[in-house]
């Protein structure tokens, strides 16, 4: 196969669509959101995009027959405002390669029509968290009382050593094709599947893009990652009270 090819399966006309990037990262917040979209609107799939930057593996679906790893664009009907939303298992694996993909992936966004851009994804705390606040990056200083007002936080030097990736990505080349670009990273610890650090991040794209979410199925899956996350506090709180090993040597 070529290093990059793509299956053009429909060819809808959008309305000024909005670009919204959701591929794997930490908590995989940006991946939950941009899925979550895909499950709760009308979606369609427009494109499906072949690299040999991806891991070389097939994935299975439930009747066992394989498909080569991908990713894929949407158009989503997200109740009267459209939406063109990328999806995927994987990143690219090498510097040139995310150049190259996220290159295409604007290529097919131009094509829709789409001018605005939206990376998602997660920033890591190292700790677990209860209040879940979104960090916020742009293409042009207009964007950032806009996003404030949404309530996203802009913080000097965060997150640290930039935003790398795709999400980075779409910032920093879309921003030279003249989108209007942002990134929204939900904080999470880091440590696992993060579905209220995904909400989060919704809740800014639902009140600045302008659609309604019900958030019924993601507050089923945080509560399910309540219940690893205690399972995890406790293990935690049980090794705490084990003895050391001073300790030990006093146990006749």
Do not use: W
Not at 9 to 26: N, S
Request: aromatic share 6%.
């Amino acid at each position: 196969m070529e290093d990059i090819e793509i299956d053009e399966l429909a060819d809808p006309e959008l309305d000024d669509p909005v670009f919204i990037e959701g591929l794997p990262g930490v908590g995989h917040v940006g991946k939950l959101a941009a899925e979550y979209l895909l499950e709760e609107f009308d979606t369609e799939l427009v494109r499906r995009v072949y690299a040999d930057e991806f891991p070389p593996q097939v994935n299975i679906d439930d009747e066992g027959v394989a498909s080569l790893t991908c990713a894929e664009f949407h158009a989503v009907d997200a109740a009267g405002t459209d939406l063109l939303v990328l999806t995927g298992d994987h990143q690219a694996q090498s510097n040139e390669g995310h150049y190259h993909l996220t290159d295409t992936f604007l290529d097919v966004a131009e094509e829709f029509g789409a001018t605005r851009a939206f990376a998602l994804g997660g920033v890591p705390t190292g700790e677990l968290i209860d209040e879940y606040t979104v960090l916020g990056a742009v293409t042009d200083e207009s964007l950032v009382e806009i996003l404030e007002g949404a309530g996203v936080e802009f913080r000097d030097d965060e997150p640290a050593g930039g935003i790398v990736g795709v999400s980075g990505l779409v910032l920093g080349l879309g921003g030279r094709r003249g989108f209007e670009a942002a990134c929204l990273m939900g904080e999470t610890s880091g440590y696992l599947v993060d579905p209220k650090s995904a909400r989060a991040v919704l809740e800014v794209l639902e009140e600045v893009v302008g659609f309604e979410l019900d958030y019924a199925g993601l507050e089923e899956r945080a509560e399910e990652m309540e219940e690893v996350v205690g399972k995890i506090q406790e293990m935690q709180d049980q090794q705490q009270g084990m003895p050391t090993g001073d300790d030990l040597r006093y146990i006749g």
